[in-house]
Structures are given as C-alpha cells and as structure tokens.
C-alpha cells in the first residue's frame, strides 16, 4: 500500500506511454522492415537524402543503410561539407557566453554552419555517381541537387540530452565529457533553434519519417502522409504528451510510490507537459513511432493554440506543466525568476519564466517559501547570500523570506522577480510559461549536484530581479490561494485560483460529481486531473472520440476543439473529482 496514495486511486493508473491511435489505412515499419522499405527505393540513380536532427545516431544510420543498399553511394554530408568546428565556435561564441547554464537566443541559420563550395563540391559528385546515392546527415537537403526522396530522421530534444548525458558531444564538436549543463545550454540557445527552423522548412518537402530516437537497428518509418494525419489528427481532439522523469538532489518518493516510476533514489521531476522536450506516441497497427511534440506545434499552431495564443507567441507553446516531488526530500533552492524586460534585454527571450506551484499533495509540516519578510533588509540579505555562497556559513533564509503553511490543493502565484521556492514534504503542480531554464538560484541549502559537483548560483542575476516590495502583506494578499467562485452548475463548481495580474496565464478549478462544460474560447488549455480517479473528457456532437485520463495526467485540449464536457467516469464514478485548467489570459477564459 502507498504511504502517499489518495482514497479512491489504484497505483499504475497513470499513464506513461500515452498513445494517439490512427485510423485504418495508414502504416508504419520498423526495424528490418524500416530499412528494407529504404532500400526499395534505392535502385537505378535513385538520389536520397535522409536529413537528420542534430544529436542523432550517424554511424548507425550509415551501418543500416550500408548493410541493405551496398551499391549506394553513402555521402555524410556534415563530413563533408560542414565548416570546421573551430570556425562554427566562433560564430556561436557570443550565443554561448561563459555561464554553465545561460546564454543568448540565436537566431542562425544551417547554411552559417557549411561551406556553399563544398556542397555544391557534393552535387557535382553526386551527378558523376551511375548507382544510387544517399546523402545524409544534418542539412542534407541543403545539397543543391534534385532528391527523388526526402526522409526526415527525427529526435526529441530529452532523447538527446539522455545520450549526451551518456557521453555524446553537442553536434561536431569535441565536448563528450564536458558539464552537462553546457551541452544543453548549446542545444537550447544555439542548437535547437536552428535544427527546428531548418525543420519547419522541410515538412512540404519530405517523403519519409525515420523515428530516431531509439537505436538505428530498431528505427520506425511512416510515410509523410501518415506523418501529416498524426499531427492533424491530434490538432482537433485532447491528448496527453509523453511524460518523463528525472532524479535529484532534493527529489521525493511521491512519483515512485503514487505513479509507480523507475528505480533511481528518487524522483525531483516529471515532465508532464513540456511540448519543447516531450514527445509524442502514434500507435499505426501494431507499430508505435514516437516523433517530437514540437513537429505538432509548428505543423498546427493556429489548430493547437488558438488564432490569437499564436498571434501572441507564434509557433510556441506558451504553458508548461511538470511535478516537483520533495515528498520524503528536501528544499528545492531558493530563487527568482527574471523580469520580462531582463529576460529580452540579457537573454534575448521573449517572455519570461511567470509560475504558480499548485500543491497535489502535502505533509502536515509543508510549507512554501515566498516573498521577502517585511524586516528583510536588502543589503544584509545579499551580504548573507553571498558569504553562503563563499561557503564561509549557511544562508538564514528564514530570517529574510517569508514561509506559508502549504496543504493539499494551495495554489501559490509566483510572479517573476518573486523570491520563492517549495519546502520539502511537497508535491507541486508546477503551472508556468514555457521558457524552462531560467531559474536563478540563490541558496541551495549547501548541497551538490547527483553528479557531485555544486549546483550553479547566479547571484548577480538573481539581485537585478528581486522585486523588494513584494514582501509579506503582498505574498499573503496577492499571491496565497487567490481564489473566488466563478460560476456553478449541476453537479460542479468553477473557482478562478490565479495567476497573478503580472502574469499571462490563468487557472480555473473544476469540483465536480457529474458532467461539466468546457469551451476553449479560441485558445489551447491544458488540465490535470487533481482529484479523483478517472474522468472522461467528449465531445458534445461527437468531434473526437471520448478521452480517459486518470489521476494526475496532465492532458491538452487544442483551442480548435471548442466545446467539450468532462465527467467522472469508471473508478471516478461517485467520487468528488477536481480538475486544473490553464489557458492564456485574454483569449477568452478570464473574459
């Protein structure tokens, strides 16, 4: 039996492989079969390029390729033509700045990266070969030839950082054993950003999907056509994404015990719904092939988002959710997150880092840090800060920043430049806007990294955003369980519980014990199931198959669906359900 498990829920109802299944009609290939559908095509002259994503496998790719068209002309196109890697570091090197974590927006393009000469050296190489050829790497496509095939090999950004955690380098660069932290910030500032503009580009263009995130040997194939109706399909009805978990130092047992997860020590997160990183699962027949989230919100952001979310934000999801578990742990660090103008001044981000922790559950002695007490010099508390950070003695953080007592279903609004953090003995919703990194830690109880190494400080960061007037009459007042009834029905209940006014995203919460109207008003919402077994979400006319979600899954409902109604359903039934809705403010939810 479960030490955290609520009445009612059965442990292993969460979801982890969350599934959008195809109609008949479409297929999909893997393994053998993948590679010898590749090799079909590779008779005559045949020219294909497989454009991959940065991060991905290249000596297997080549190894499958080679093993079932040996008369093809293989070309890695980043071995040959891509610039020096000394030459691609200087063109980032303002991008990536000297900081473990942070660096600034990029806004380059894959031709900064090669060498116009030595593609067009490629093409004319290409044009002497009399047997089929195979161009393939990152930027394949920028070849200036005619491909009779165009295969997109795609990746989720959490699969690359897993392998690069392994031991994998940035793309062409010599840093296999370099902080992890640095990897990332290359990818998220550098990286990234110019494989999904060169992406976006491609998807009228492809033939082929490869799903490279597992080993090459074992690589699926759909066509684009399948790849097309996957992303349209899960534009116009609820889905969830593919959560994943992460350990740390400061992590619970709550995710182990409740969502029965994994075997590390612990778990300090979960990914719920992170689209940048998650991704998402199309079971085709008997076949599941996992491609990015983002590929849905690029491919369908005005379907997905909503026509003013997307004006506002472009092709971005702007909500994050994700489960911080110090159940049986530890403090999380104690920090702030940047103002707007700081974020597009230092950064180059468009919008910053606003959140709220909603508390899933809770131990009797839980309690949240937030905003500075109404004693708190500023001076004296950073003089503190920065002799704890020397090591010379721990940080009183009590004696600067105020703590709240926090219980099952709180919601606590954290504005940027709000001083915060949860206590231990918590588990947090974490509802917040998308950009996911810009944590400025302060304080850290003293404590290192899993990998043993000191968790990074940015103090100076960290002072330039401390808004000093949000001390304790403004945390209590403003920021703790704000929450008023908004309307009522038959058998539910509707409170508004945040966020804030400085914030973009607002959070409506459902109690309910039988059927409950939504409508997205134009606009992408995101829910989880807080209270309560199982529920189901459908269709009033039957747009959409009906949607069974379970105890704190997170799923989206895109803004094209409009209305639907959530009920409860199998174990839910005769239970007092709860759901969280979060929606972008002045889309129609706050109206």
Same mark, same amino acid.
């Given at each position: 039996m479960s030490t955290f498990l609520p009445t009612g829920v059965t442990v292993g109802q969460y979801d982890k492989v969350p599934t959008i299944d195809l109609p008949p009609g479409h297929a999909a290939w893997s393994g053998e079969d993948t590679w010898e559908q590749l090799a079909a095509r590779l008779s005559g002259r045949h020219v294909m390029a497989v454009d991959t994503y940065p991060g991905s496998d290249l000596d297997g790719l080549r190894r499958e390729l080679a093993a079932v068209a040996p008369d093809a002309l293989l070309i890695d196109v980043e071995?040959?033509?891509?610039?020096?890697?000394?030459?691609?570091?200087?063109?980032?090197?303002?991008?990536?700045?000297?900081?473990?974590?942070?660096?600034?927006?990029?806004?380059?393009?894959?031709?900064?990266?090669?060498?116009?000469?030595?593609?067009?050296?490629?093409?004319?190489?290409?044009?002497?070969?009399?047997?089929?050829?195979?161009?393939?790497?990152?930027?394949?496509?920028?070849?200036?030839?005619?491909?009779?095939?165009?295969?997109?090999?795609?990746?989720?950004?959490?699969?690359?950082?897993?392998?690069?955690?392994?031991?994998?380098?940035?793309?062409?660069?010599?840093?296999a054993d370099?902080?992890?932290?640095?990897?990332?910030?290359?990818?998220?500032?550098?990286?990234?950003?110019?494989?999904?503009?060169?992406?976006?580009?491609?998807?009228?263009?492809?033939?082929?999907?490869?799903?490279?995130?597992?080993?090459?040997a074992d690589a699926k194939l759909v066509t684009a056509e399948t790849f097309l109706a996957g992303l349209e399909l899960a534009s116009r009805r609820p889905f969830r994404v593919v959560p994943f978990f992460d350990p740390g130092v400061w992590g619970g047992q709550w995710m182990k015990e409740v969502l029965e997860v994994g075997d590390a020590d612990n778990y300090a997160w979960c990914f719920d719904c992170v689209p940048e990183e998650n991704s998402l699962l199309f079971r085709i027949g008997d076949t599941v092939v996992e491609l990015p989230a983002l590929d849905l919100v690029f491919r369908h952001p005005r379907e997905l988002l909503g026509a003013k979310t997307y004006a506002r934000f472009g092709a971005e999801f702007p909500i994050r959710f994700d489960f911080l578990d110090t159940m049986?742990?530890?403090?999380?660090?104690?920090?702030?997150?940047?103002?707007?103008?700081?974020?597009?001044?230092?950064?180059?981000?468009?919008?910053?880092?606003?959140?709220?922790?909603?508390?899933? *559950?809770? %131990?009797?002695?839980?309690?949240?840090?937030?905003?500075?007490? #109404?004693? +708190?010099?500023? &001076?004296?508390m950073q003089a503190a800060l920065r002799t704890a950070s020397s090591g010379e003695e721990p940080f009183p953080a009590d004696r600067y920043v105020n703590t709240f007592p926090a219980k099952k279903h709180d919601h606590f609004l954290i504005p940027a430049g709000t001083v915060h953090c949860s206590g231990a003995d918590s588990m947090v919703l974490e509802i917040s806007a998308t950009p996911y990194i810009f944590t400025f830690k302060m304080w850290d109880w003293g404590r290192v990294g899993l990998d043993g190494v000191p968790r990074p400080v940015h103090l *100076?960061? %960290?002072?330039?955003?401390?808004?000093?007037?949000?001390?304790? #009459?403004? +945390?209590?007042? &403003?920021?703790?369980?704000?929450?008023?009834?908004?309307?009522?029905?038959?058998?539910?209940?509707?409170?508004?519980?945040?966020?804030?006014?400085?914030?973009?995203i607002e959070v409506r919460r459902h109690w309910f014990d039988g059927v409950v109207p939504h409508d997205t008003d134009g606009t992408v919402n995101v829910l989880n199931l807080v209270e309560g077994a199982e529920a189901v979400v459908e269709s009033p006319d039957g747009a959409f198959e009906p949607f069974v979600v379970h105890y704190a899954e997170t799923f989206i409902v895109p803004a094209s669906v409009g209305r639907y109604t959530v009920r409860p359903c199998g174990r839910g039934v005769g239970q007092r359900l709860g759901t969280v809705k979060a929606a972008v403010r002045g889309t129609g939810l706050s109206d």
């Open positions: 071995a040959a033509a891509a610039l020096p890697n000394a030459v691609i570091e200087k063109r980032i090197a303002a991008n990536l700045t000297d900081d473990r974590v942070f660096g600034v927006l990029g806004h380059q393009v894959l031709t900064d990266f090669y060498d116009t000469s030595r593609l067009a050296d490629v093409a004319e190489q290409i044009s002497a070969a009399e047997g089929p050829v195979v161009v393939f790497g990152w930027g394949a496509t920028l070849v200036p030839t005619e491909f009779d095939t165009v295969v997109l090999a795609d990746l989720a950004r959490w699969e690359i950082q897993r392998r690069q955690r392994a031991g994998a380098p940035n793309w062409r660069a010599d840093n370099e902080d992890q932290l640095r990897k990332v910030k290359r990818g998220y500032f550098v990286e990234w950003r110019v494989a999904d503009r060169h992406k976006r580009d491609l998807f009228d263009r492809i033939d082929l999907v490869l799903d490279a995130n597992g080993s090459m049986a742990g530890g403090n999380l660090s104690l920090q702030v997150h940047p103002l707007t103008d700081y974020m597009q001044n230092v950064f180059g981000m468009p919008y910053t880092q606003d959140e709220s922790y909603y508390m899933l *559950d809770a %131990a009797d002695d839980a309690v949240v840090y937030l905003g500075v007490r #109404d004693d +708190a010099d500023p &001076e004296a *100076d960061h %960290a002072f330039a955003n401390i808004q000093w007037d949000r001390r304790t #009459d403004f +945390a209590r007042d &403003e920021l703790v369980n704000q929450v008023t009834e908004v309307a009522r029905g038959d058998g539910w209940v509707e409170e508004r519980t945040g966020l804030h006014e400085l914030e973009f």
